[in-house]
């Protein structure tokens, strides 16, 4: 290669990278490991916390404009060999679990949503277990669908707690302990969730449902922004390809 190709190809190489970068495709949190795990309480009371970022949660992917009354809500996260563990802070004027089967239009109620890819492989996840879309109830159920286009409780994937703020009664915290699963996951057999490691990658997203006062959910708020595609934001539940990715670092 001559010097003249080895600068295009430089340059080009530049280009493409900061091309990525400000079109969104390229998003990657990094999240570090904890030596003891949170307790997972709904209490923000673990000094393991502060070593983690809290990000966002405040794109609007159904809804119109969204008041900081009706909602607000910020992440953070660890993991270690085991676990991936999530904190969430939520402001939500109203908690409302208008369907009480867990099973029953579980999105239409105030629902925490936690997409995971464990192998961050992307692509479509709608009915497979490629990658997971978890709806966390007020109930702390866990619900997702499955291959054969039903819904089905998934509790022992996640470990969750909400407690409400004493002094800020509309604030939530809301911990949860996260198990892995790939995607050869079979619900006939017994299944163990991945070990983690240093330098893995995920696929994750978080998001809200909230509704206060109506029949459908009034908002879905995630954390990543989502490109629509006819006008529809709200792909993550069929394509995993829409989520961030996170890497584990030490
Ligand atoms: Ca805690
Ligand atoms: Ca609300
Ligand atoms: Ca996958
Ligand atoms: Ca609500």
């Given at each position: 290669?001559?010097?003249?190709r080895?600068?295009?190809?430089?340059l080009s190489?530049?280009?493409?990278?900061f091309?990525?970068?400000f079109?969104?495709?390229?998003?990657?949190?990094?999240v570090?490991?904890?030596a003891?795990p949170?307790?997972?309480?709904?209490e923000?009371?673990?000094?393991?916390?502060q070593?983690?970022?809290?990000l966002?949660?405040?794109?609007?992917?159904?809804?119109g404009p969204l008041?900081?009354?009706?909602?607000?809500g910020q992440y953070?996260?660890?993991?270690?060999a085991?676990?991936?563990y999530?904190?969430?802070?939520?402001?939500?004027?109203?908690l409302?679990?208008?369907n009480?089967?867990?099973?029953?239009?579980?999105w239409?109620?105030?629902?925490?949503?936690?997409?995971l890819?464990?192998d961050?492989?992307?692509?479509n996840?709608?009915y497979?277990?490629?990658a997971f879309?978890?709806h966390?109830?007020?109930?702390?159920?866990?619900?997702d669908?499955?291959?054969?286009r039903?819904?089905a409780l998934?509790?022992?994937?996640?470990e969750s707690?909400?407690?409400r703020?004493?002094?800020?009664p509309?604030k939530?915290?809301?911990?949860a302990?996260?198990s892995?699963?790939?995607?050869?996951f079979?619900p006939?057999?017994?299944?163990?969730?991945?070990?983690?490691?240093?330098?893995?990658?995920?696929g994750?997203?978080?998001a809200?449902?909230?509704?206060d006062?109506?029949?459908v959910?009034?908002h879905?708020?995630?954390?990543?922004?989502v490109?629509a595609?006819?006008g529809?934001?709200?792909?993550g539940?069929?394509?995993?390809s829409?989520f961030?990715?996170?890497?584990?670092s030490?």
């Amino acid at each position: 290669m001559n010097i003249l190709r080895m600068k295009i190809f430089a340059l080009s190489t530049i280009v493409l990278f900061f091309s990525l970068i400000f079109s969104g495709r390229v998003s990657a949190i990094d999240v570090v490991a904890t030596a003891t795990p949170p307790i997972i309480d709904g209490e923000n009371n673990e000094a393991q916390w502060q070593k983690a970022k809290w990000l966002p949660i405040d794109q609007v992917i159904m809804g119109g404009p969204l008041s900081k009354q009706d909602f607000q809500g910020q992440y953070r996260l660890l993991w270690d060999a085991n676990k991936l563990y999530l904190q969430v802070e939520i402001v939500d004027d109203r908690l409302v679990d208008f369907n009480a089967d867990p099973l029953d239009k579980y999105w239409d109620d105030d629902t925490l949503e936690i997409f995971l890819d464990e192998d961050a492989s992307g692509g479509n996840h709608q009915y497979s277990y490629n990658a997971f879309a978890y709806h966390i109830a007020l109930d702390n159920q866990v619900v997702d669908i499955t291959p054969e286009r039903t819904f089905a409780l998934f509790n022992d994937h996640i470990e969750s707690r909400w407690k409400r703020d004493v002094n800020a009664p509309h604030k939530i915290i809301w911990e949860a302990a996260i198990s892995l699963y790939s995607d050869d996951f079979d619900p006939t057999k017994s299944n163990s969730p991945v070990s983690l490691t240093a330098g893995k990658k995920v696929g994750f997203m978080l998001a809200y449902c909230d509704n206060d006062n109506s029949e459908v959910r009034e908002h879905f708020i995630g954390s990543k922004d989502v490109e629509a595609v006819n006008g529809d934001k709200n792909r993550g539940w069929i394509d995993a390809s829409v989520f961030d990715t996170l890497i584990l670092s030490e």
